[in-house]
C-alpha cells in the first residue's frame, strides 16, 4: 500500500474513533459539560491531561526546534514538564478542593470582586485563542501533505471533527476522546523513534539511543554530531548559543505559564477528589515525561540523517521526500555557487548555506528521511492530527465556559436556567469552532511569538494571582487586580514591542539584562508578586468569609464533587 | 456567599471554630509548607542549578555508563525523570499526612 493510502486509513480510522466516542458520552447537564460530571478516574485524567497539553508544538514542532538549536531546545524540555511539580504542589489539590468549574470562577470568588473575574475572563479567552491559532497550523501542514488536500479543506474536516465532539459531549466527550488521542499520538510518536533509535544506535530504547553510540562511525552520537555541528559552522549540539540569563529567565516562564494555563488547570476539576488530583498530575507527567524523553533522540537523529542525507549531495539526486517537502514551500534550495549540490551550513561557515528548512517538518519528515515502512508515516500523520485536534478542544471548552459560564451566568445574567446555561455554553463552542478554523485558514503570520506571548500572559496573570489567592490570606482583591493588571501590561508591553513595534531591536544587545521577549513573563511575574503583595499590606484585609474559604480549601476532607456556586 | 464546602455530602466536615481543630489545621499546614520546600529545593536544584547555571561546567562530565555529556543530560533527560518522581514522592507524603491529621477524605464519592 503507499503512503497515501495508508495515511488515509490511518487518519479516518483514527477520526472514526473519535466520534464513536463522542456519540457514547454525550453531556445533559453543565456539571457533565464543564467538568465531565467530576467523576473521572485519576489515570484517565492523567492521559487526558497529557494529550490535552501535548499539542502540535509537542508533537511536530519541540522536536525540530530540538533539532536545530540543540542545547537551547532545553528551555521546552524543562519548562514545559516542570511547570507540573508546580501545579502538583502549589495548585491543583486546592483548586480541586474549592471545586469550581472555571479559573475564572476561583479568581472571581477568591477576590470577592466582578472585575477581578472580568480580568480573569479576558486572559482566558486571549491565551486560548492565541493558541488555537497554532494547533490550525499543525493540522493544516499535515492535510496538505500527506493528504495532499487544499489546505483550507484540511482545516475544515479538522473543525467538523472537533465541532461534533466539543459541542456534543463537552467536556465528558472531550476527556474520553483525549484519552484515544494520547494512545493514538504517543504510539505515532513512539513507534519511528525506536526504528530510528535502532538503526542509528542498535538500542530499542531513544533515551539510551541518545547516549549511545553511532553504529555507523563508531563514535558517541553526541559526540559526532557535535563534530558534524562545528564542521559545518554551527555551534555545538550540546552547548547551545542562548545566554545563561536568559535560558534561566525562559525556563522559568515556560514553567509558571505551563501551570498557570487555564485548560490545564480546568482538568483537574474533573476528578472526584483532591487526593485524585495529586496523583493525576503524577500521571499526567508520567505520560507526558514519555514523549518528552524520546524527542531530544528523535531530535538528534533528525539532525544526523538530516545532515548525513542532504549535505553535499547533489540536486539533480535528492530522494523523493525532499522534492514533496518543496512542494509545500517549508523546505528549499538555492544553488548559490552554482555547483548543482546541496551545502548545508551554519553561520560560522565560510561558505554559503543554501538549504532552509522549516523546523515544523522535522518530525513528520524523519520517518521519511530513514526509510521507513508507509504505515509508519501514515501512523505519524494521525497522531500529529491527534496532538492538534485534542489541544484545540480543550482549548474551546476553555472559551465556551469562560463565555457561557464566567461572562452569562456569573456576571450578565445570573437568572437563566440550567438548560439555557448548556444551550449557550454549546453555542459558544461552536462560535468558538468558527473562529478557530478562520484563524486556520488564514494563519496570523507571527505563530510562534503569539504562543510565547501566551505563557507570558498566563505566568505574569493567573499563576501568582492563584498562588498568592491559596497561600497568603492577606492578600487583597485590590492586590491581585492590580498586580494581574501591571504583570500583563507590563509582559505584554515589552513582546509588543520587540516583535510588532521594532522588530528590527529585537536582539540581544537592546534587550533588558539581555532578557528575550520569550523570557520576560518571568520578569513579568516577579513584579506582579511584589505589586500584589505590596498592595495588598495597604489595603483593608479581605472579608471573613473569604478568610474561611481560603482556610477549607486548604484541607482535603470535604471535597465532594465539583458543583455550582451561589455567591 | 456561601462557601464551597456547604454543599458537600459527609457530615464530619471540618468545624473552622472550635480551637482545636484551627490548631490542628494550622499545624497541618505548617507541615504541608515544610514539604513543598523542601521538594520545590529538589526541582530547583535538577533543572535550573545542574541543567542551567552549571550546565557548562557539568558537562566536562559524562553521565556514568553512557556518554552523555553531564549537563546535558540534567537539561533534557534527568531533570524530567527528577519531575516526576518529585510529584510520586509529593503525592505519598501528602497522603500520609493527611491520614495523620485526620483530614484525609473517604471512599470516592
Excluded at chain 1, 479576558?122 to 490550525?136: D, E, K, L, P, W
Excluded at chain 1, 501591571?486 to 537592546?510: E, L, M, R
Excluded at chain 2, 471540618?14 to 490542628?24: G, H
Aim: charge should be negative; hydrophobic fraction near 50%.
Amino acid at each position: 500500500m503507499s503512503v497515501q493510502a495508508w495515511t488515509f486509513l490511518l487518519v479516518g480510522a483514527s477520526f472514526a474513533l473519535y466520534i464513536g466516542i463522542a456519540i457514547w458520552s454525550r453531556a445533559s447537564t453543565t456539571k457533565e459539560f464543564y467538568v465531565a460530571g467530576g467523576g473521572v478516574s485519576p489515570l484517565a485524567n492523567g492521559m487526558a491531561t497529557a494529550a490535552d497539553w501535548m499539542s502540535a508544538a509537542s508533537f511536530i514542532s519541540m522536536a525540530g526546534i530540538i533539532s536545530f538549536t540543540g542545547y537551547d531546545g532545553s528551555v521546552y524540555l524543562m519548562g514545559w514538564t516542570g511547570g507540573y511539580v508546580l501545579l502538583a504542589l502549589l495548585l491543583a489539590p486546592y483548586l480541586r478542593k474549592y471545586g469550581a468549574f472555571t479559573v475564572p470562577d476561583f479568581v472571581g470568588d477568591r477576590y470577592y470582586s466582578q472585575l477581578a473575574r472580568i480580568v480573569a475572563v479576558v486572559c482566558a479567552i486571549f491565551v486560548s485563542f492565541t493558541y488555537v491559532a497554532g494547533q490550525m497550523r499543525g493540522v493544516g501542514i499535515v492535510f496538505g501533505r500527506f493528504l495532499e488536500v487544499d489546505v483550507n479543506v484540511g482545516v475544515g474536516i479538522g473543525m467538523a471533527i472537533v465541532f461534533f465532539y466539543a459541542v456534543l459531549g463537552g467536556m465528558k466527550g472531550i476527556t474520553y476522546t483525549q484519552v484515544a488521542q494520547y494512545c493514538v499520538l504517543i504510539f505515532a510518536f513512539m513507534v519511528p523513534a525506536i526504528f530510528l533509535s535502532l538503526m542509528i544506535t542498535g538500542t530499542p530504547i531513544p533515551q539510551f539511543g541518545l547516549g549511545g553510540v553511532e553504529q555507523a562511525s563508531g563514535l558517541p552520537l553526541l559526540e559526532r554530531l557535535n563534530g558534524l555541528n562545528q564542521e559545518l559552522g554551527f555551534a555545538p549540539y550540546t552547548s547551545g548559543t542562548k545566554s545563561t540569563f536568559d535560558i534561566f529567565f525562559i525556563t522559568a516562564a515556560l514553567m509558571a505559564g505551563t501551570a498557570g494555563l487555564p485548560h490545564v488547570i480546568i482538568r483537574f476539576y474533573t476528578v472526584p477528589r483532591v487526593r485524585d488530583a495529586r496523583i493525576s498530575v503524577g500521571w499526567a507527567l508520567l505520560f507526558i515525561s514519555l514523549l518528552y524523553t524520546t524527542a531530544p533522540a528523535v531530535a538528534v537523529f533528525a539532525r544526523t540523517n538530516l545532515i548525513n542525507s542532504v549535505q553535499d549531495v547533489p540536486y539533480a539526486s535528492v530522494p523523493e521526500w525532499f522534492t514533496k517537502w518543496e512542494d509545500t514551500g517549508l523546505l528549499s534550495f538555492n544553488d548559490a555557487n552554482g555547483d548543482g549540490r546541496i551545502q548545508y551550513v551554519g553561520p560560522d561557515s565560510p561558505m554559503t548555506n543554501e538549504l532552509t528548512v522549516d523546523r515544523d517538518i522535522m518530525v513528520l519528515a524523519n520517518p521519511e528521511i530513514a526509510n521507513l515502512p508507509a504505515w509508519v508515516i501514515g501512523l505519524v500523520a494521525a497522531g500529529g492530527l491527534a496532538a492538534a485536534l485534542s489541544t484545540a478542544a480543550g482549548l474551546l471548552l476553555v472559551i465556551s465556559s469562560a463565555v457561557s459560564h464566567d461572562l452569562l451566568k456569573r456576571s450578565i445574567m445570573p437568572q437563566i436556567t440550567e438548560k439555557q446555561e448548556l444551550l449557550a455554553a454549546r453555542i459558544a463552542a461552536g462560535a468558538a469552532v468558527l473562529v478557530a478554523g478562520y484563524f486556520g485558514m488564514h494563519p496570523p503570520g507571527f505563530v510562534a511569538q503569539v504562543v510565547a506571548f501566551a505563557f507570558g500572559l498566563a505566568a505574569s496573570s493567573f499563576f501568582p494571582a492563584i498562588i498568592l489567592g491559596i497561600f497568603s490570606k492577606r492578600t487583597t482583591r485590590e492586590g491581585a487586580i492590580l498586580g494581574m493588571v501591571s504583570g500583563i501590561t507590563f509582559t505584554a508591553g515589552y513582546i509588543i514591542y520587540f516583535n510588532f513595534v521594532n522588530p528590527d531591536a529585537n536582539s540581544a544587545a537592546n534587550w533588558w539584562f539581555g532578557i528575550s521577549p520569550e523570557g520576560i513573563g518571568t520578569l513579568g511575574m516577579l513584579l506582579n508578586f511584589a505589586v500584589t503583595i505590596a498592595v495588598s499590606r495597604v489595603t483593608p484585609e479581605p472579608p471573613a468569609q473569604v478568610q474561611v474559604l481560603v482556610d477549607l480549601i486548604r484541607v482535603p476532607r470535604g471535597a465532594g464533587e465539583a458543583h455550582e456556586l451561589n455567591m | 456567599m456561601t462557601n464551597p464546602t456547604e454543599h458537600n455530602h459527609g457530615e464530619d466536615r471540618p468545624s473552622v471554630t472550635n480551637p482545636e481543630t484551627v490548631a490542628r489545621h494550622a499545624e497541618y499546614w505548617r507541615r504541608n509548607i515544610r514539604y513543598l520546600g523542601m521538594l520545590l529545593v529538589v526541582w530547583f536544584v535538577v533543572s535550573y542549578v545542574c541543567g542551567i547555571l552549571f550546565a557548562d561546567a557539568l558537562n566536562a562530565f559524562t553521565l556514568p555508563g553512557t556518554h552523555f555529556p553531564l549537563g546535558f543530560w540534567f537539561a533534557q533527560q534527568g531533570s524530567i525523570y527528577a519531575f516526576v518522581i518529585l510529584i510520586f514522592v509529593y503525592v505519598k507524603l501528602m497522603n500520609r499526612l493527611d491520614h495523620e491529621f485526620d483530614v484525609d477524605e473517604g471512599a470516592s464519592s
